[in-house]
C-alpha cells in the first residue's frame, strides 16, 4: 500500500473546477443508452463513442478523472496508445469500475447486492499495471414499502467495505458507491432518512475492515423527491438535505465527495451541485462523476455518425464546463452573467 500514491490520486481526482466522467456503463447499460439514438451496440461503436468524449479538445481542463468499463481499458485511443496511457498523458486519472453488477438478496423482495469480490486481489494488480489509479463499487438501495431492509443496506456496506479495502491494499482509490435511487413515489424527507441509515452503516463497516478514510472518495446520490412524487423539492432543499446528511455521516479526514447525477435532468444535476459547493464550511470538495448529465447532449448530438463528432464534442465540453463552474459554486452566476 503506498500512501502517497493513494494521497496523490485522492486529491488530484477532487482538483478544484474539476470532476470525473463516469463512461463505464456495462454493455447493457450502453446497449440502452446507444438503442435511444439507433446506434448499433457494437465493441467498435462503444470504442468510437467512448474515444469522441476522451479526445474533445480541452476537455482536461474539467475532468480529473475517468471510470472506465473493462472492455475500454483494453482498447486504443485515438492515438493508437491504450486508452488508461492516452488519459495519463492528458492529466486525466483513469479509474476502473470492478464491481460485477447485482444479484437478489435471499429472503428480500427483490433487494440487490453488489457482486465482484471473488478473485478481485488478482484483478486489481492487473488494473494497476495497466495504470487504472483509482476503482469503482456501485451499491443499489431502492426505497419501497417497507425497504431498504437492514438486510440490504448490511450486506452492500460490508461489500463496499470488503471492495475498499483491496483497493487500498493494491495502491488504487477507492470510490465507494452506495446509490440511494430516486425511483418511486416517496418524499424528501424519506430519501434523505435512508441516506442517512446507509451513510452511517458504510462508514461503520469501513471502520471493521480498517480502511483508511484519508484515501477514499465517496461517491454518492443527492436527497432528492422520489421521481414519481408530484412535489419536487427545490434545488435549495435538494442542497439543505443532501450537506446535512453528509455533515452527519461522513467523517472530515475524507479528501473528497463526488456525486452521481442518477437520472436527474442535465441542468438540475448542475444546479444541484453548484448550491452545495456554494455553502461555507463544507468540511470536503463537492465535485461530479456524472454519466448520463455529462453524456446525454453529446450522444444525442453523435447517433454514431461521423460527421457529428465535432457538434457532439463540443455538447460534452459545455456540460464539463457548467458542472466544473457547479463544482466551485459559480455556475449560476456565470449564467447571469452571460444573460446580462
Ligand atoms: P449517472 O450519473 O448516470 O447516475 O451515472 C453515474 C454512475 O457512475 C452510476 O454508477
Same mark, same amino acid.
Given at each position: 500500500?503506498?500512501?502517497?500514491?493513494?494521497? *496523490?490520486?485522492? /486529491?488530484?481526482?477532487?482538483?478544484? &473546477? @474539476? &470532476?470525473?466522467?463516469?463512461?463505464?456503463?456495462?454493455?447493457?447499460?450502453?446497449?440502452? =443508452?446507444?438503442?435511444?439514438?439507433?446506434?448499433?451496440?457494437?465493441?467498435?461503436?462503444?470504442?468510437?463513442?467512448?474515444?469522441?468524449?476522451?479526445?474533445?479538445?480541452?476537455?482536461?481542463?474539467?475532468?480529473?478523472?475517468?471510470?472506465?468499463?473493462?472492455?475500454?481499458?483494453?482498447?486504443? %485511443?485515438?492515438? !493508437?496508445?491504450?486508452?488508461?496511457?492516452?488519459?495519463?498523458?492528458? !492529466?486525466?486519472?483513469?479509474?476502473?469500475?470492478?464491481? @460485477? !453488477?447485482?444479484?437478489?438478496?435471499?429472503?428480500?423482495?427483490?433487494?440487490?447486492?453488489?457482486?465482484?469480490?471473488?478473485?478481485?486481489?488478482?484483478?486489481?494488480?492487473?488494473?494497476?499495471?495497466?495504470?487504472?489509479?483509482?476503482?469503482?463499487?456501485?451499491?443499489?438501495?431502492?426505497?419501497?414499502?417497507?425497504?431498504?431492509?437492514?438486510?440490504?443496506?448490511?450486506?452492500?456496506?460490508? /461489500?463496499?467495505? =470488503?471492495?475498499?479495502?483491496?483497493?487500498?491494499?493494491?495502491?488504487?482509490?477507492?470510490?465507494?458507491?452506495?446509490?440511494?435511487?430516486?425511483? !418511486?413515489?416517496?418524499?424528501?424527507? *424519506?430519501?434523505?432518512?435512508?441516506?442517512?441509515?446507509?451513510?452511517?452503516?458504510?462508514?461503520?463497516?469501513? /471502520?471493521?475492515?480498517?480502511?483508511?478514510?484519508?484515501?477514499?472518495?465517496?461517491?454518492?446520490? #443527492?436527497?432528492?423527491? &422520489?421521481?414519481?412524487?408530484?412535489?419536487? /423539492?427545490?434545488?435549495?432543499?435538494?442542497?439543505?438535505?443532501?450537506?446535512?446528511?453528509?455533515?452527519?455521516?461522513?467523517?472530515?479526514?475524507?479528501? &473528497?465527495?463526488?456525486?452521481?447525477?442518477?437520472?436527474?435532468?442535465?441542468? %438540475?444535476?448542475?444546479?444541484?451541485?453548484?448550491?452545495?459547493?456554494? #455553502?461555507?464550511?463544507?468540511?470536503?470538495?463537492?465535485?461530479?462523476?456524472?454519466? *448520463?448529465?455529462?453524456?446525454?447532449?453529446?450522444?444525442?448530438?453523435?447517433?454514431?455518425?461521423?460527421?457529428?463528432?465535432?457538434?457532439?464534442?463540443?455538447?460534452?465540453?459545455?456540460? %464539463?464546463?457548467?458542472?466544473?463552474?457547479?463544482?466551485?459554486?459559480?455556475?449560476?452566476?456565470?449564467?447571469?452573467?452571460?444573460?446580462?
Amino acid at each position: 500500500m503506498d500512501k502517497a500514491l493513494l494521497s *496523490r490520486t485522492a /486529491a488530484a481526482m477532487v482538483a478544484k &473546477g @474539476k &470532476g470525473i466522467l463516469a463512461a463505464d456503463e456495462s454493455s447493457g447499460t450502453c446497449e440502452k =443508452r446507444f438503442k435511444s439514438v439507433n446506434v448499433e451496440c457494437t465493441e467498435e461503436n462503444r470504442r468510437s463513442y467512448r474515444n469522441l468524449l476522451f479526445s474533445t479538445p480541452g476537455i482536461e481542463q474539467y475532468l480529473s478523472g475517468v471510470i472506465l468499463f473493462d472492455e475500454t481499458a483494453r482498447q486504443k %485511443a485515438v492515438d !493508437g496508445s491504450p486508452i488508461p496511457q492516452y488519459l495519463q498523458k492528458k !492529466g486525466i486519472v483513469p479509474g476502473i469500475k470492478v464491481d @460485477k !453488477g447485482t444479484a437478489d438478496i435471499p429472503f428480500t423482495a427483490g433487494e440487490k447486492v453488489t457482486e465482484g469480490l471473488d478473485g478481485l486481489q488478482k484483478r486489481m494488480k492487473e488494473y494497476f499495471e495497466m495504470g487504472c489509479r483509482f476503482a469503482k463499487w456501485r451499491a443499489v438501495i431502492t426505497i419501497g414499502e417497507g425497504i431498504p431492509t437492514h438486510t440490504c443496506i448490511y450486506a452492500n456496506a460490508h /461489500a463496499l467495505a =470488503r471492495y475498499a479495502a483491496i483497493c487500498q491494499e493494491a495502491s488504487i482509490v477507492p470510490m465507494i458507491e452506495p446509490e440511494v435511487l430516486l425511483d !418511486g413515489n416517496h418524499t424528501a424527507e *424519506r430519501s434523505e432518512e435512508v441516506h442517512e441509515a446507509t451513510l452511517r452503516a458504510t462508514y461503520a463497516a469501513l /471502520a471493521a475492515y480498517n480502511v483508511s478514510l484519508e484515501h477514499l472518495i465517496l461517491k454518492t446520490s #443527492m436527497v432528492v423527491s &422520489g421521481k414519481d412524487n408530484p412535489r419536487q /423539492a427545490s434545488v435549495e432543499e435538494v442542497a439543505e438535505r443532501t450537506v446535512r446528511v453528509l455533515k452527519r455521516t461522513v467523517p472530515a479526514a475524507q479528501p &473528497g465527495i463526488v456525486f452521481l447525477s442518477g437520472g436527474q435532468s442535465d441542468e %438540475a444535476a448542475t444546479a444541484h451541485l453548484s448550491a452545495m459547493a456554494a #455553502m461555507p464550511g463544507l468540511p470536503w470538495p463537492l465535485t461530479f462523476s456524472y454519466s *448520463r448529465a455529462l453524456q446525454n447532449p453529446a450522444l444525442k448530438t453523435w447517433r454514431g455518425q461521423a460527421g457529428n463528432v465535432a457538434a457532439a464534442q463540443k455538447a460534452f465540453f459545455h456540460r %464539463a464546463h457548467m458542472n466544473g463552474l457547479a463544482s466551485t459554486g459559480k455556475w449560476r452566476a456565470e449564467l447571469e452573467k452571460q444573460a446580462a
